[in-house]
């Protein structure tokens, strides 16, 4: 154990001591501390408290901002609500189109209110000629006298999408089409674009003006019909009868239909009535079954034809060929696909394709009639209700669509060239709708003259008002859109546009648009002491047959200072956008719109790039 060590003299001094080094020790380490921070600046350049220091910085100032602002985005198309456009052809009573007709001459009603016709244009064949407007830009390339800048160019102005029903024609039918569809080919125009459709889809051929090729495939038009109807069969109903039976409740027609099933199948035994009438029922379901199957078969590929004729630019209109069918099935799809063509701008002419007949009275003369001698009254009624049942669609399409039925005329050929050639003169009277009400309902249309001379006016019978207020950017969307493929020259805005071409080498070539606008005429928004406004430019580049090759939209966005502003209004503005495209003749559609004033400007250009 060691011996403890006593410190007298510290203890009796601690409580003194103590205290005096707590306090030297604490000030040399505030001077150490305060020799290693740095000394702060003089009180004069010390800046104020910031208390912003944690928030967003402040967006530049608005002279700072770009003035013109370029953005390509991808072409999203999808009709004008404030502008209906009717486009009227007038007929004298030979059928003679009746021209030099002018504004005043006009009265247009929508839904039975006299419209003011804001926009009044004449067209013909003759106003489509599109000319070209590109020379070669390569230095030292030939400019021959086929591609040469202002040369007309054929490019297709009209097509006309012809659907064949081959699911109901007979083998009559079509020998008497394939005659005057073959006709009617052969008198295409250069500016023509034909197609050919089957209900069946067993026939195809997509646009084009090569009449060879039209005529290989309108060889191979047949009846095609799944069902097959039998005199014979017990009982001998068609699908006219099973409707009455199926879906409208018809008494009679199950009563008729019973006694017939007694007859053939049980030799007149009243006995088995209740056994009739239920092979009579079955019998009705079994071919209404067939018939709106085939029928909404057929139906789809008019659809498809409809849907392929929307997306060409230009005139269209969709010629159908059919003796007619019942549309106990298709009603709702009969009244959109109306609706549709309406929006498209285009115009369906049906032909009844039995031309001038009678009603068959005994049947089909290849499998005659085997009715009861109690039921032959009611049989023949019913087969003529039926074959003029047939006809109501038809008509619906044309009268819906402005377009004409043709039926009960031996002269087919002459039809098929009034359905589908351009009228020698047409007019096209635009109207803006006062107070439109956003509800969807179908406004009926009437054009009149104020002569009221005894004329054939052809022009559509309504349109559909929107079912919601779109927003601005939907409603650019829709406007665009519909000018791209209208092939209708609008002139709102002062553009004029120009093209080059680079040959890259034989196969590849890059077409440059030029888009000049004239400033001065665009509506600007004068904010933050800037000029603003935003165009939409698109442009759309379709083939000699029509088809959508390329395009592409440009937004600027304008922020203009006066001294910009003023130096434009004198030089313009010119945008470039530029495609890769092959050798080839083609259709450049411009569609300019102000995002400020609403207008549009729509002209055309042909370019010639030789191989």
Same mark, same amino acid.
């Given at each position: 154990?060691?011996?403890?060590?006593?410190?007298?003299?510290?203890?009796?001094?601690?409580?003194?001591?103590?205290? =005096?080094?707590?306090?030297?020790?604490?000030?040399?380490?505030?001077?150490?501390?305060?020799?290693?921070?740095?000394?702060?600046?003089?009180?004069?350049?010390?800046?104020?408290? %910031?208390?912003?220091?944690?928030?967003?910085?402040?967006?530049?100032?608005?002279? %700072?901002?770009?003035?013109?602002?370029?953005?390509?985005?991808?072409?999203?198309?999808?009709?004008?609500?404030?502008?209906?456009?009717?486009?009227?052809?007038?007929?004298?009573?030979?059928?003679?189109?009746?021209?030099?007709?002018?504004?005043?001459?006009?009265?247009?009603?929508?839904?039975?209110?006299?419209?003011? =016709?804001?926009? $009044?244009?004449?067209?013909?064949?003759?106003?489509? =000629?599109?000319?070209?407007?590109?020379?070669?830009?390569?230095?030292?390339?030939?400019?021959?006298?086929?591609?040469?800048?202002?040369?007309?160019?054929?490019?297709?102005?009209?097509?006309?999408?012809?659907?064949?029903?081959?699911?109901?024609?007979?083998?009559?039918?079509?020998?008497?089409?394939?005659?005057?569809?073959?006709?009617?080919?052969?008198?295409?125009?250069?500016?023509?674009?034909?197609?050919?459709?089957?209900?069946?889809?067993?026939?195809?051929?997509?646009?084009?003006?090569?009449?060879?090729?039209?005529?290989?495939?309108?060889?191979?038009?047949?009846?095609?019909?799944?069902?097959?109807?039998?005199?014979?069969?017990?009982?001998?109903?068609?699908?006219?009868?099973?409707?009455?039976?199926?879906?409208?409740?018809?008494?009679?027609?199950?009563?008729?239909?019973?006694?017939?099933?007694?007859?053939?199948?049980?030799?007149?035994?009243?006995?088995?009535?209740?056994?009739?009438?239920?092979?009579?029922?079955?019998?009705?379901?079994?071919?209404?079954?067939?018939?709106? *199957?085939?029928?909404?078969?057929?139906?789809?590929?008019?659809?498809?034809?409809?849907?392929?004729?929307?997306?060409?630019?230009?005139?269209?209109?969709?010629?159908?060929?059919?003796?007619?069918?019942?549309?106990?099935?298709?009603?709702?799809?009969?009244? %959109?696909?109306?609706?549709?063509?309406?929006?498209?701008?285009?115009?369906?002419?049906?032909?009844?394709?039995?031309?001038?007949?009678?009603?068959?009275?005994?049947?089909?003369?290849?499998?005659?009639?085997?009715?009861?001698?109690?039921?032959?009254?009611?049989?023949?009624?019913?087969?003529?209700?039926?074959?003029?049942?047939?006809?109501?669609?038809?008509? +619906?399409?044309?009268?819906?669509?402005?377009?004409?039925?043709?039926?009960?005329?031996?002269?087919?050929?002459?039809?098929?060239?009034?359905?589908?050639?351009?009228?020698?003169?047409?007019?096209?009277?635009?109207?803006?709708?006062?107070?439109?009400?956003?509800?969807?309902?179908?406004?009926?249309?009437?054009?009149?003259?104020?002569?009221?001379?005894?004329?054939?006016?052809?022009?559509?019978?309504?349109?559909?008002?929107?079912?919601?207020?779109?927003?601005?950017?939907?409603?650019?969307?829709?406007?665009? +859109?519909?000018?791209?493929?209208?092939?209708?020259?609008?002139?709102?805005?002062?553009?004029?546009? +120009?093209?080059?071409? $680079?040959?890259?080498?034989?196969?590849?070539?890059?077409?440059?648009?030029?888009?000049?606008? %004239?400033?001065?005429?665009?509506?600007?928004?004068?904010?933050? #002491?800037?000029?603003?406004?935003?165009?939409? =430019?698109?442009?759309?580049?379709?083939?000699?047959?029509?088809?959508?090759?390329?395009? #592409?939209?440009?937004?600027?966005?304008?922020?203009?200072?006066?001294?910009?502003?003023?130096?434009?209004?004198?030089?313009?503005?010119?945008?470039?956008?530029?495609?890769?495209?092959?050798? *080839?003749?083609?259709?450049?559609?411009?569609?300019?719109?102000?995002?400020?004033?609403?207008?549009?400007?729509?002209?055309?250009?042909?370019?010639?790039?030789?191989?």
């Amino acid at each position: 154990m060691l011996p403890s060590v006593r410190f007298p003299l510290f203890r009796r001094f601690t409580p003194i001591v103590l205290p =005096i080094c707590v306090f030297l020790f604490c000030g040399l380490f505030f001077q150490l501390t305060r020799a290693q921070t740095p000394s702060p600046p003089p009180a004069q350049e010390t800046p104020p408290k %910031d208390d912003s220091a944690a928030k967003p910085a402040p967006a530049p100032p608005a002279a %700072d901002q770009p003035e013109v602002t370029s953005q390509d985005t991808p072409t999203t198309f999808k009709v004008r609500v404030n502008l209906v456009l009717v486009r009227v052809v007038v007929r004298d009573a030979q059928g003679k189109i009746v021209p030099n007709l002018k504004k005043e001459d006009f009265q247009l009603q929508d839904n039975k209110k006299v419209q003011s =016709i804001s926009s $009044f244009s004449v067209e013909t064949p003759e106003s489509h =000629i599109v000319r070209t407007v590109a020379a070669p830009a390569e230095p030292g390339s030939p400019e021959g006298p086929e591609f040469s800048a202002g040369k007309p160019v054929n490019l297709p102005q009209r097509f006309v999408s012809m659907v064949f029903d081959d699911l109901h024609m007979s083998m009559e039918d079509t020998a008497f089409v394939r005659y005057s569809a073959d006709r009617f080919f052969a008198a295409l125009a250069p500016t023509d674009r034909a197609a050919i459709y089957s209900t069946s889809g067993q026939m195809t051929q997509d646009f084009t003006p090569d009449q060879g090729a039209l005529k290989r495939t309108l060889l191979r038009l047949i009846p095609r019909s799944a069902m097959v109807h039998d005199s014979m069969d017990c009982p001998d109903l068609n699908y006219y009868e099973a409707d009455l039976i199926v879906n409208r409740y018809d008494a009679q027609a199950l009563g008729v239909a019973t006694e017939d099933t007694l007859h053939c199948a049980f030799n007149d035994d009243s006995s088995k009535a209740v056994q009739a009438q239920n092979l009579a029922q079955a019998a009705a379901f079994r071919i209404i079954g067939m018939g709106d *199957g085939e029928t909404d078969y057929g139906w789809r590929h008019i659809e498809e034809a409809m849907r392929r004729l929307a997306g060409m630019p230009g005139q269209r209109i969709l010629l159908l060929i059919s003796p007619g069918f019942l549309q106990t099935a298709i009603k709702v799809q009969t009244a %959109d696909l109306v609706d549709r063509a309406t929006r498209a701008g285009i115009v369906i002419n049906t032909i009844d394709a039995r031309g001038l007949y009678t009603p068959d009275m005994g049947g089909d003369i290849a499998s005659p009639a085997n009715d009861s001698p109690l039921t032959a009254g009611y049989k023949t009624t019913y087969r003529v209700a039926a074959q003029l049942a047939q006809e109501d669609v038809l008509a +619906q399409l044309a009268d819906g669509t402005g377009g004409i039925f043709y039926h009960n005329r031996n002269d087919l050929d002459e039809a098929m060239r009034e359905a589908g050639a351009a009228p020698a003169v047409s007019y096209l009277l635009g109207f803006s709708p006062q107070n439109l009400k956003i509800d969807g309902r179908f406004h009926t249309l009437k054009v009149t003259l104020a002569s009221k001379e005894k004329l054939n006016i052809q022009a559509r019978r309504g349109y559909f008002a929107p079912r919601s207020l779109a927003d601005p950017d939907e409603t650019s969307k829709e406007e665009i +859109q519909e000018a791209l493929f209208s092939q209708e020259e609008i002139s709102e805005l002062p553009v004029d546009f +120009q093209t080059q071409f $680079f040959k890259k080498d034989q196969a590849a070539s890059r077409l440059a648009v030029l888009t000049h606008l %004239d400033v001065k005429s665009i509506h600007f928004r004068k904010a933050e #002491g800037r000029n603003n406004d935003k165009l939409t =430019i698109v442009t759309g580049i379709f083939d000699e047959n029509g088809n959508f090759v390329t395009g #592409g939209q440009k937004t600027l966005e304008m922020k203009l200072r006066d001294a910009t502003y003023s130096r434009l209004t004198r030089s313009g503005l010119t945008v470039k956008s530029s495609y890769d495209v092959k050798p *080839g003749r083609y259709l450049v559609r411009l569609v300019v719109r102000d995002g400020e004033g609403s207008q549009m400007a729509a002209p055309n250009g042909a370019v010639v790039i030789p191989d």
